[in-house]
């Protein structure tokens, strides 16, 4: 059977597609089909490092886990890390190329075209089915010229396109009849049907608005996809931040998250959820009287740490850190707690240096080489919020610039492997107390044992009771989500749309 393809496009950003890539991989996957995940340009902070040292967007590595296939770069070629000064760090088959304004970019992309469609046809040589995701909006008249990463690439893949809408931000029907007006019309045909996304209310009351699409856009509305509250899955627009609800729970530690202007790879705080009341912040006011206070990843360093101290949010964090209140910083974030973060070949930013928090007797210097690097390693520390933990087994990954030119007194973790290969090298630094302490390694909090102890020595700490954890089963969410989405789809007509005949689950 020759390898096919369907294309899902959004009327705008966050209008869902991401989630239904992963659903739709996930459906299936669980009728039998071998099915990957494609996106060929992808602008995100929150990103992910394969096995082989690759890194691609964050959404791509989940797609692929709700497919049950292991991430490749071949699934985003293309890697767009936006940074402070209006630039993106270009990254192509998970490898820094170059740093680009958007008019040097947008001039040069035809070039990334050999990359893109060598990566899609590996794909399609290797699976029955890759779902393919746009980005944004493919209606951007000022960039049709130069798009590769919308309908040019429905054309290269011969891929049908489902257009999905999001109705909870409001101007569903005018986006999706706008959409299509603007696209020209062999473009406009490849829309095979319309999908309305996150809608609250009576399903009733929102019949004649699908009459009023189907018969105005000639096609199909494939469904309609409730507002799926706690996702459980990892998300990539930090969009999502702005429509998270956290429930409180009484007695529960409160976390504390400072909400980065280029805050990067925050599902690193995930598994918090699930026995702490977590929070993002972003002012001094909203600080409150936090439990653990979180300095998370982040894309510009130097200037997110302007940030912090033009806010007054630095002056808070070090006066309540002198006072006894827990501090965590993850990557860019543990760089923050230094004493200097330097910047001379200009890696990240047009500032050459910047002073720290403090926190930590360390400094960072940024070259121009970037690690990324799936990690193994055990605890070094044991005392505070590591108490009774020394020698316990972690892992997961590292991606970052820069790396520390005055090592802290104290380190957090050894690295016992790195990618492929065995290591041995020190990670993280904390205060002699262990109230204070950080880590460039990510996904640190997805090691339940590592995390449910840390938490309990909060909990002791803070004179909490011990938290409640149930440990987040990443497989029976990715079954959710496809749940909902099987049962809001219309997925014997989007199995003819893939096919183009009679298709569906198959007999194992």
């Not at 065995?422 to 990510?442: K, L, V």
Request: with cysteine; aromatic share 6%.
């Amino acid at each position: 059977m020759k390898s096919r393809t369907l294309m899902i496009q959004g009327t705008a950003s966050s209008a869902g597609k991401s989630i239904m890539v992963a659903a739709l991989c996930r459906i299936l996957k669980q009728d039998g089909y071998r099915v990957a995940p494609f996106k060929s340009q992808n602008m995100a902070l929150n990103s992910f490092v394969t096995k082989d040292g690759g890194e691609i967007g964050r959404a791509q590595a989940v797609q692929a886990a709700a497919a049950g296939i292991e991430p490749s770069v071949e699934m985003n070629p293309v890697l767009l890390k936006p940074q402070a000064d209006a630039t993106s760090q270009v990254i192509v088959l998970g490898k820094a190329q170059s740093v680009a304004d958007a008019s040097d970019y947008y001039r040069d992309n035809h070039k990334l075209w050999p990359v893109i469609m060598d990566s899609l046809t590996k794909l399609r040589s290797q699976y029955e089915v890759v779902i393919i995701e746009g980005a944004g909006s493919p209606a951007e008249v000022n960039l049709m010229d130069r798009d590769i990463a919308n309908m040019r690439i429905a054309e290269l893949a011969e891929a049908p396109v489902i257009l999905v809408g999001d109705i909870d931000r409001g101007g569903v029907f005018a986006s999706i009849v706008g959409t299509l007006q603007l696209l020209p019309g062999r473009q406009r045909n490849m829309v095979k049907g319309l999908v309305i996304n996150k809608f609250r209310g009576d399903l009733a009351l929102l019949k004649p608005g699908l009459d009023f699409l189907e018969k105005r856009c000639r096609r199909p509305v494939l469904g309609v996809v409730p507002y799926i509250r706690n996702l459980a899955v990892a998300q990539e627009d930090s969009v999502y931040l702005d429509e998270r609800n956290s429930q409180a729970h009484q007695g529960f530690p409160d976390v504390c998250i400072i909400r980065l202007p280029h805050i990067a790879n925050y599902d690193d705080f995930d598994p918090l959820e699930t026995f702490c009341n977590v929070r993002y912040i972003a002012s001094v006011e909203k600080l409150g009287d936090p439990d653990l206070i979180i300095l998370p990843g982040t894309k510009s360093t130097i200037a997110d740490l302007l940030f912090l101290q033009r806010s007054g949010l630095s002056s808070s964090i070090i006066e309540m850190a002198g006072a006894g209140t827990p501090v965590f910083g993850m990557c860019g974030g543990y760089q923050m707690l230094g004493q200097k973060i330097y910047d001379p070949v200009k890696a990240e930013s047009e500032i050459p240096e910047a002073a720290g928090l403090g926190l930590l007797d360390m400094e960072t210097v940024f070259g121009p080489d970037k690690i990324t690097a799936q990690v193994k390693g055990t605890v070094a520390a044991g005392s505070g919020l590591l108490a009774g933990m020394k020698g316990a087994e972690i892992s997961g990954y590292e991606i970052h610039m820069g790396r520390c030119s005055k090592e802290p007194p104290h380190s957090v973790f050894t690295v016992t492997s790195a990618g492929n290969t065995s290591a041995g090298y020190r990670d993280g630094g904390i205060n002699q107390a262990g109230t204070i302490f950080g880590s460039y390694i990510h996904g640190l909090f997805n090691n339940i044992e590592f995390t449910r102890s840390m938490i309990n020595n909060l909990c002791s700490l803070r004179n909490l009771r011990p938290a409640e954890h149930t440990a987040l089963d990443r497989e029976k969410s990715y079954d959710n989500i496809a749940s909902v989405f099987r049962q809001s789809l219309d997925m014997a007509t989007i199995y003819k749309i893939i096919f183009g005949g009679s298709h569906g689950r198959r007999t194992v």
